[in-house]
Each structure stands twice: as structure tokens, then as C-alpha cells.
């Protein structure tokens, strides 16, 4: 019996013990209680990344075991960017997304389509194709087709090849008629261009700027020439337009076919290096004169020269357009051939009447021009840029044009040139560094007409007797970078009437100190590419500036970059000057160096040169 109730009570024990068990395991327990050796994940999460094309996660997130993934993936579509020849069209995912099992990437596989490499268009009125553009990016070499669908191809589009930028060698095919303008333009590799012998090929039109910029081309030859340094256009080719090679900076020799009819203008600027030009003795259109320039024989008018050109010739009688800009002529030294010495003094001889705008802009060798022709049409621009002219001479007899103090003086004007409101004449149109007096008669000083000149000083005469001058043009000393001393007084303007002209000295980095005039009440205010005025804009020595009362608006970037200017004088009360400061009549931006100046003086000053009262008098 007594066995039996120790069993008993034994039983209870264990059967309390357990209860106690089980109610403490399945208590919940505070996460200080949580022994990370006894958790138990119950649920299983992965790390799912489906990605772009270029490597880049399009989703990226943790997912359940065993949820299916076929929603997400049909809701991707992924993209890899076309590579220029091929477009890559998206097929699958690699590995396929059914459910999540493990941490997986699913990468895109991509179809690869090549582009077609011509796209062709027929045109019944030329009775052919026309390739209207080139359709891959990476190769070297392309032989345009002579025939399409059993139809010749006769013409390549406007841009076809425009900025491909790999590609080195073309081969036209036999049937090319025309190459459009900018075919090729920007293919800064492109070397060589080989088209049918003459015999065979059909070319007669090279359209505007259909190579320009590529500044790699030294060939354009038929196949069956030997390879060479020169452009021997076929003698097929009537028309070469505008700008058509501009910028080949590596072409040496031009020789040019017989039935060649026209020759735009740009033809072949900026093409430095060009030494020869000779044009076929067939042509009837055309002549080299054995003076490495193309000459119109209708017009007798030089359209297209080199930096070995000489205007020796009896038939040239005008300089086109933009022939010369930038070009440094050169001549063979006459006691060794092979040395070349540059042409400093240039004499054009009485028969040129007539030089063309930019026609020799931008030549900073010369030091002396001598135009001995009655001179019928000049611009401004012919010299502009001709930085180092001393001596500018027309020596010949001219209704419109004469020459005084260096500078070119318009007396006349018979040719229908339209003047700016206010011009009037004579006036000075292009003025030099050997400027030494302003000739007394002109009325006004035109547009630009010292852009970019070596000229140190210009002092305007003082008096009403002497100074007749009732204009001054816009930029009339833009980039002047070593004038000093500008001295300016127009008793001939009326008070407060004129306007101080747009980039009047713009950029002329030496000038130390200058006296706006009495007569300007406003300034030229320019477009949005001009910033703002700009009158005195980059005038990093400019360091004393007398503003008259007078002067009612100072626009934005007026004296932008003017970092030294540490004195202004004002010919009126300081209270006059703040009021237009805080009414923005005065406009802060870009004038930084202005208003930040650290002396202001108040009160008339002398209206042409610096006060002597001023430290910084010169």
C-alpha cells in the first residue's frame, strides 16, 4: 500500500514538473531573454537582385522561400544601350525566375540585332538611289555601293557620315553623282577617298561643307593612283560649294579638274597647310597663274589660295571673301629655295581693286599694307585681326576710300553699303597700331574699326574746331590688349543725347584709366549673348574711372573682371550716385569691382583727362 502511494505522489510530481515545463516554454520571452543559440527560423528569406542591362539593380528586395518570382520578372523589361552597330533587343532572364529556392542575381540575355549599314531611299527624278545615311559606328573602312536593288546609287544625303568619328577610309562608289552637304562632315579620322578613274566616275557636285572638319584628309585620288598628299578632284566635278573642305588641316596639294564651273566661297579655310594649287590648263573657268590660287577668269576675283599664293598676276583684280583669313603667306627665300620666309610687307598691285570681308583677317605678320589700286570695295573686316600693320597705303586714286594716319577713311559711299543709324561720312573704317593722329575731317569712328589692334594710345582732339566727331561705333576698341592711354571728348555730340557703345574697349587688358564723356546718358544695352553692356568688360588693369552725371543706366557686366579699379570719380553729389545705386539704375551684376571700390571722390572733374587732384594722374 505504501508502494502505491509513493507512486502516486511521485506521478504527480512529474506531472507538475512537465505542467511547469510546458507553461515556461511556451511563455513568452522579452528579447533580453532570447538565447540566439535555441531561436528557430520558421521562415526562410532570400536575397532576390534582378538587373539592368548595364549592370545596375532594377529590384533588389528580400522575398519568402517558395514565392513565386514570375510577377516581378514579367514586370522588368531591361535595356542595353546600342553599341552603334547593334541593337540589343531582351530575350530572358539567366537563371529563369520561377520561385525563390536561394539568394539569387537574375542577369538579362539580350538578342543582338545588327543594323542595316545603308539606309537607301529611290528617287524617281533621279531615276537612282540616294543613301541617305550610314548606319554603323565602328568601322574604318566603307565602300559606298555603285548599285542598289539593280538601280544605281547616285547621291549621298545631307549628314549621311556626318561624326563618325572611327572611320579612316571611303571608297565611293562609280554611279555618285553628288555628295551632299555635310556628308561626311566632322569625321575627324577620315584619311583617304578613292573614288572611280576619271575615265569612269560620275561626281560633279562636292555640296556645302561635305568634308569640313575632317582634319585628318590628305587624299581624295581615283583607285587606281598610287597613294599620295593630295586632293585631285575628278574631272567630272563642276561644283565645289561652300566651306566644302574647311578645316582638312592636313591637306598639302590641290589640284583642281578642267571642267570645274564653280567654286564657292570658304572652300578651303582654315586648311594651313595647303603649299599648292594648280588648276588643269583646261579649264575654262578657272587658272592657277602659276600662283598656287584659284582665280575666277570672270570674275578675276582670287576664291580660293594657300599660304604659298603670291598676286603677281595681271588678271587678279579682287581678293574674295574670307581667301586669306588666318593664313600666313610665305615665299620661297630667293637664295635657298627650301627655306621660307613670311611675308611681312603686302603689296597688291593697281590692278586690285577689290578685297573681300575677312579676306585677309587674322594674319599677325604683317607689319605694312600697300594697296596700290583705285580701291572700289574694302571692308573693316578685310584686316581685321592684322594685329602688328604700322603702315596701311592706298596709293591709288579712289572715289570712296583714301588713307590717313594709317588708318583707311571712307569718303564716299557709292556702292550701296547701308551705314548704322548716325554714321555718317568721312569716317574712319579701319584704323592700325601705327596710328599716331585721328585725321581731322572724319565725322565718325565705325563699328570695330580698331578690333584687335597693337595701337597703344588714342587721344580724341579737344576742341569743336578740330573734332567734328559725332559717332562711335560699337567694339570700336574691342581686344585692343596693349592700348594704354584712351582719351575721349566729342564736343560735337550733343549733351546727354549719345549712348556709350557695346564693348567699347571690351578685353583691352592694358588700359589703366578712362574718362567716360560728358555726352553718353545711357549705354547700347546688347542681347543675351553679349551679356549686358560690356562697354569695359575684362579690363584687368583698369584702375580709375570717372563716371559723369550725365550718365543715367550702367548696364549688367559693365566692368566685369575690372579687379584693379580702386578709384571712381563722380561729377555729382555722393547722394546722386547712391540713389542710383539702391534704384538698380546702377546694376550691381557683373560690376562687382564698382561698387566695391574702395575711394569714391564727388564733384566736376575735367571732361577729358584724369582730375589732377587724383593720385593715380597719369
Known amino acids: 500500500m505504501k508502494k502505491i502511494r509513493l507512486s502516486f505522489a511521485l506521478s504527480l510530481c512529474l506531472m507538475s514538473f512537465a505542467s511547469c515545463t510546458v507553461e515556461s516554454r511556451i511563455k513568452s520571452k522579452t528579447p533580453d531573454e532570447i538565447d540566439p543559440n535555441e531561436y528557430v527560423q520558421t521562415v526562410e528569406t532570400y536575397q532576390i537582385t534582378f ?11 528580400k522575398m519568402n522561400k517558395g514565392e513565386s518570382l514570375t510577377k516581378i520578372s514579367n514586370s522588368l523589361i531591361p535595356t542595353l544601350a546600342s553599341d552603334g552597330d547593334n541593337d540589343f533587343i531582351f530575350k530572358s532572364w539567366e537563371p529563369v525566375p520561377n520561385i525563390v529556392e536561394a539568394d539569387t542575381i537574375f542577369r538579362p540575355v539580350f538578342e543582338k540585332k545588327e543594323h542595316t549599314e545603308f539606309t537607301f531611299q529611290y528617287s524617281s527624278s533621279k531615276e537612282g538611289y540616294i543613301l541617305q545615311s550610314y548606319n554603323l559606328q565602328s568601322r574604318e573602312l566603307i565602300s559606298v555601293p555603285s548599285t542598289n536593288d539593280g538601280y544605281p546609287v547616285v547621291e549621298i544625303a545631307p549628314g549621311a557620315f556626318a561624326n563618325k568619328t572611327k572611320l579612316k577610309t571611303v571608297n565611293l562608289g562609280e554611279n555618285i553623282v553628288t555628295i551632299g552637304e555635310g556628308a561626311f562632315e566632322n569625321c575627324s579620322s577620315l584619311n ?3 573614288y572611280y578613274s576619271n575615265d569612269s566616275t560620275s561626281l560633279t557636285t562636292i ?9 585628318k584628309l590628305k587624299m581624295f ?27 582638312c588641316t592636313e591637306i598639302n596639294n590641290i589640284l583642281l579638274g578642267e571642267n570645274v564651273s564653280y567654286v564657292g566661297e570658304q572652300v578651303f579655310k582654315n586648311c594651313p597647310n595647303i603649299s599648292s594649287i594648280i588648276v588643269n590648263e583646261e579649264n575654262k573657268n578657272f587658272s592657277s597663274e602659276d600662283s598656287n590660287i584659284i582665280l575666277n577668269l ?15 598676276s595681271t588678271k587678279i583684280e579682287g581678293i574674295a571673301n574670307n581667301v586669306f583669313e588666318g593664313v600666313t603667306l610665305v ?9 621660307y620666309n613670311t611675308v611681312t610687307d603686302l603689296v597688291l598691285h593697281d590692278k586690285i581693286v577689290s578685297i573681300g570681308e575677312y579676306a585677309f583677317a587674322k594674319n599677325s605678320s604683317f607689319t605694312s599694307v600697300t594697296l596700290q589700286g583705285k580701291i572700289k570695295k574694302i571692308y573693316q573686316s578685310s584686316f581685321e585681326g592684322c594685329s602688328a600693320i604700322t603702315s596701311f597705303k592706298i596709293t591709288g586714286a579712289s572715289e570712296d576710300f583714301f588713307t590717313s594716319s594709317n588708318c583707311i577713311i571712307r569718303k564716299k559711299v557709292s556702292d ?11 569716317f574712319l573704317l579701319y584704323g592700325t597700331a601705327g596710328v599716331n593722329q585721328l585725321d581731322p575731317t572724319i565725322t565718325g569712328i565705325g563699328p570695330r574699326a580698331f578690333y584687335g589692334s597693337d595701337v597703344e594710345t588714342i587721344v580724341f582732339n579737344t576742341t569743336t574746331e578740330t573734332n567734328k566727331i559725332t559717332y562711335l561705333g560699337d567694339e570700336a576698341f574691342r581686344g585692343c590688349t596693349k592700348l594704354k592711354t584712351l582719351r575721349m571728348y566729342f564736343p560735337s555730340i550733343s549733351n546727354d543725347s549719345a549712348s556709350l557703345p557695346l564693348n567699347l574697349c571690351r578685353g583691352c587688358t592694358s588700359l589703366t584709366e578712362i574718362v567716360i564723356p560728358l555726352c553718353f546718358g545711357t549705354m547700347t544695352l546688347g542681347d543675351q549673348d553679349t551679356k549686358g553692356n560690356g562697354s569695359f568688360y575684362d579690363c584687368p588693369s583698369l584702375h580709375t574711372v570717372c563716371i559723369p552725371n550725365s550718365l543715367q543706366v550702367i548696364h549688367e557686366n559693365t566692368f566685369t573682371n575690372c579687379r584693379s579699379i580702386s578709384t571712381i570719380i563722380f561729377s555729382g553729389t ?16 557683373g560690376n562687382e569691382y564698382l561698387f566695391n571700390c574702395p575711394n569714391k571722390e564727388f564733384g566736376n572733374f575735367e571732361p577729358f583727362r584724369i582730375p589732377t587732384n587724383n593720385n593715380n594722374n597719369t
Open 51 to 61: 538587373l539592368n542591362g548595364d549592370g545596375s539593380r532594377m529590384y533588389n528586395a
Open 192 to 194: 583617304k577617298v578613292t
Open 207 to 215: 555640296g556645302n561643307s561635305a568634308f569640313a572638319g575632317c582634319r
Open 221 to 247: 585620288i581615283p583607285n587606281s593612283i598610287p597613294e599620295s598628299e593630295e586632293i585631285t578632284l575628278p574631272a567630272s566635278v563642276t561644283t565645289i560649294n561652300n566651306s566644302a573642305f574647311e578645316g
Open 298 to 312: 570672270t570674275t578675276k576675283q582670287v576664291v580660293a589660295g594657300c599660304k604659298l599664293s603670291s598676286f603677281t
Open 331 to 339: 615665299y620661297p627665300n630667293p637664295v635657298d629655295p627650301s627655306i
Open 416 to 426: 550701296g553699303t547701308t551705314l548704322p543709324t548716325g554714321l555718317t561720312t568721312p
Open 574 to 589: 555722393e547722394a546722386s550716385f547712391l540713389e542710383r545705386l539702391t534704384s538698380g539704375n546702377y546694376k550691381r551684376n
